[in-house]
């Protein structure tokens, strides 16, 4: 079965570093998407980051120039290098697959991991 697993989550001052890893495995095609996600208590889910299957990646307005997403292990693993961290980027990251529609981060996600934490203190 598809299983992504986050790590990395914590506790960081603000203007600290943080990474996530998702490692992922299971996939039933070569071509897929991964992308981070993540939910603050009270607020909509965001959509922070997303590597196509061909390499496009997207980064949601609010943390590009600060985070920056990439993969290795043929893709069989994703982080998240987050810099210069704000209280408001506190919240729970999830890490997300696509691959019924060919790997792209314009369709909706199939596979969910269970989220890591996040906590940016003031």
């Known amino acids: 079965e598809v299983q992504l697993v986050e790590s990395g989550g914590g506790l960081v001052q603000t203007g600290g570093s943080l990474r996530l890893s998702c490692a992922a495995s299971?996939?039933?095609?070569?071509?897929?998407?991964l992308a981070w996600f993540r939910q603050a208590p009270g607020k909509e889910r965001e959509r922070v980051s997303c590597?196509?299957?061909?390499?496009?990646?997207y980064y949601s307005d609010s943390v590009k120039g600060r985070f920056t997403t990439s993969s290795d292990n043929g893709k069989r693993t994703v982080h998240l290098q987050m810099n210069n961290l704000k209280p408001e980027d506190t919240a729970v990251y999830y890490c997300?697959?696509?691959?019924?529609?060919?790997?792209?981060?314009?369709?909706?996600?199939?596979?969910w991991g269970k989220g890591t934490l996040v906590t940016v203190s003031s």
């Open positions: 997300a697959g696509q691959v019924v529609a060919g790997g792209t981060c314009y369709y909706p996600m199939d596979y």
């Open positions: 590597i196509s299957s061909d390499g496009t990646v």
């Open positions: 299971g996939f039933p095609f070569d071509r897929y998407a």
